[in-house]
Every structure is written in C-alpha cells, then in structure tokens.
C-alpha cells in the first residue's frame, strides 16, 4: 500500500540531527498508527548524513542541483505518500508533534501551514533580526500583496497534498520556495490553513545555511515580481494622477507653497512624471502577459479584461488624438514666436505651452508604439485560445 503520510527532509550535512528527526518522524507514525515514510532529500551532504538516514530506515533521494527549493522539490516528487509535511533536518521543529498538520490535511485543507510565532518561538531559536524585522515585514507583505490571511510565511513546517503540490508548479530553487509555495496556492485558489507550531532552537554546532540579507532580499524580490499590481500598476496610477493634477495647475499659473514658489521649471518633472507613469503602466500590462502566457501566473478576470477593454484601434485612437494635440500645442508656440518677429520670448510664459506640447507629443508617440506591441502579444494569445478550441 502507498503510504498515506511522506515526511520531507532537505538535508546537506545535517550528520548531528538528522538522526533525530528521522526517530521523532518514526516515533509520530507509531504512535499515532500512521502508514508513513521518511523522505531525506539529500543535496549533496559530505558529512555522512546518507549513511545515518539509510541506517534508520529512511528513503535517501539524491538530488544534485544545489538550493532549499530545489532540495525540497525534488523529495517531494519522490514522495510516494497522499500527503507531504516538509521540514527542517536540524532539530527546529518537534516532529513528534505532527498531529494538527495531519488533522487538518484529512479534513482536505490544501496548504497547512505553521505559524511559530502563535507556537511560541524558544529562547535562542531565531536571530533577533528574523524575528522582529525579517520575518514580520516580509509577512506583511505577503498578505497586503496577496490577501493572504497568514501570519507567518516563511515557517518551514507545513503541510499539503500531493495533488496541490502538483496545481502550484513551483519553480525557484532558494529560500523564496518558501514564499512561492504560498503565493502559487493563492493565485490557484488552493485552501490555506494555519495551525500553531513551536520553533526549537536547532541542535547543529554549525552556523545555519540562511544567509540573512541574501535570502531576505530573495523573498522580497520573489514577492515583487509576483505582484505587477504593486510593482507597476500602482506606482503607474500615482505619477499619472499626482502628475497630470500638478501639471494642469502650473500650466495655469505658478504655485507657490510656504513662500516658495514653483513654476515652469517644477512642470517639466510633473509632466515627466505622467509620462514616466503611463512606462509603469505599460510595463504592468506587457508583464501580466508574459507571465500569464508563460505560466509563471494563473489566468484571472483581471487578465481576460486586459483585452475586451483595450485593443489596437483604441489605442491608435488615443494615441493619435494626444499626438494630435502635442502637434496642435507647438504649432500655438511657433505662432506666438513668428508674431514677435522670432525674437526673445519670456520663458515663464512659453514654456507653458511648449512643456506640454513635448510631452503630449512623447506621450502620444509611446501610447501608439504599446498599442501595437500589445497587439502582437494579443494575436499570440488568440492563436493559442484556437488551438485548444
């Protein structure tokens, strides 16, 4: 019969606690009378850790490309078992006390995950920058990016079935499996449960294999290019709101704010900054896209509206029209130079149709050119919706 339960270890040179694990992972099948194996995905140990998983009846999988994600991945696709709980060899986490994660994988919970600040963190288990920086912030994150009811993502206790496992398609190889594990079960509306679990300090004599800045900033990074909503779409929406309000302002007449007074010279950055907004924009589109069409992200309503809303003769229409009216508002400025006979003009009064005549103009131009490369990226999609027809 398959086991009902795989218990995932990632290992590289875990000679002092692996032995253990593997006692309290046996230990929590016996008692609770769970049909379980033991999985030591080993990724590249030179301490004899092999040795000692095989001297207690555990399965060794090899697996030779080097990282945290791509250790876990690989023991988790030769887990025989119905369910998967993955965790640490280094003594962190009691696997004696497994039974919440079981309970809660058998009521078909997708994604169990620990929480160790709800289990309680023991003294000396986690560096102080983890636990009240790394940790928090990144979680938060997580859940504003996300909307993700989960307190702590980066637990490396947790449980989940074979079939999500095989719905999340989880393809980084570092630390930010971790956060990619939970972010894929999200945007695949997988269920996500939490349960508390206590953090142990770990019993190696070795310094820890995470490196603090290296692997935080993984997971960040991880989390921004999951999200083009925060990493484009709402940047692009405040530059383009602030800009074009500050910049209709100015073309009216001067600010002047705490005895300051800002002019022409401040419009030339709000009116780059609509420009530089509508980039964002169109970088979130054209990212959606490719992520979407190369799956790196699911398919959403959001997404299918991106081109019932918007194709390429509307665009070509909006563009044209700001083109037209950059081209309007400089043929206005070299009228009002030819009726001074092309002579000196006053800057303050000039710019303030020449700035907008340049930008529209820049502005329309790019509108035109994203209008027709997200009309190619278009007829790519079409062509696959027709062939799965």
């Known amino acids: 019969m398959s086991p009902e339960l795989s218990i995932v270890m990632p290992c590289l040179n875990e000679a002092e606690t692996v032995g253990i694990c593997i006692q309290k992972a046996q230990s929590f099948f016996e008692k609770h009378n769970v049909n379980g194996e033991i999985v030591i995905a080993d990724n590249g140990s030179t301490d004899g850790s092999q040795a000692i998983a095989e001297k207690l009846n555990a ?4 697996v ?21 709980i993955m965790g640490d060899a280094d003594d962190s986490y009691d696997f004696e006390a497994l039974e ?19 289990g309680g963190v023991k003294k000396g288990a986690m560096p102080f920058l983890h636990k009240y920086l790394g940790n928090p912030v990144l979680s938060f994150i997580g859940r504003l990016f996300f909307n993700i009811k989960i307190g702590d993502f ?4 947790r449980g989940f079935s074979k079939e999500a496992f095989g719905k999340m398609n989880l393809n980084t190889t ?23 679990t206590i953090l142990h300090p770990d019993g190696r004599t070795r310094p820890p294999h995470l490196n603090t800045w290296r692997d935080g900033w993984r997971h960040l990074r991880f989390l921004l290019l999951y999200s083009p ?27 002047t704010f705490a005895g300051i007074v800002f002019d022409v010279h401040t419009l030339l950055y709000t009116a780059s900054s609509v420009v530089v907004g509508f980039q964002f924009l169109a970088f979130y589109a054209l990212t959606k896209i490719f992520a979407v069409e190369n799956g790196l992200l699911p398919k959403s309503d959001r997404y299918d509206n991106l081109f019932k809303y ?3 003769e509307k665009g070509l229409i909006a563009g044209f029209l700001i083109l037209a009216l950059g081209i309007y508002l400089s043929v206005d400025g070299l009228l009002a130079w030819k009726a001074t006979s092309f002579s000196d003009l006053k800057p303050a009064e000039t710019l303030r149709t020449i ?35």
């Open 355 to 389: 700035v907008p005549a340049v930008f529209t103009v820049m502005l329309g131009l790019q509108i035109v050119l994203f209008s027709f490369f997200f009309s190619i990226l278009g007829l790519k999609r079409n062509i696959k919706l027709k062939k799965k027809d």
């Open 154 to 157: 980066h637990c490396g206790l």
């Open 310 to 312: 918007f194709n390429l």
């Open 100 to 118: 919440l994660f079981l309970e809660k994988l058998r009521e078909g919970n997708d994604l169990v995950m620990g929480n160790r600040f709800k």
């Open 59 to 62: 399965r060794v999988v090899p």
């Open 64 to 84: 030779l490309e080097k990282g945290y994600g791509s250790a876990l991945r690989g023991g988790i696709n030769a887990a025989l078992g119905t369910y998967i």
């Open 229 to 255: 909503r925060w990493l484009f779409l709402y940047p692009a929406i405040i530059m383009i709101i602030v800009g074009m309000i500050l910049s209709t302002i100015l073309i009216i007449q001067p600010i």
């Open 174 to 196: 570092g630390m930010e499996f971790a956060s990619e594990m939970i972010v894929k079960s999200k945007l695949n509306k997988l269920s996500i449960v939490e349960v508390s």
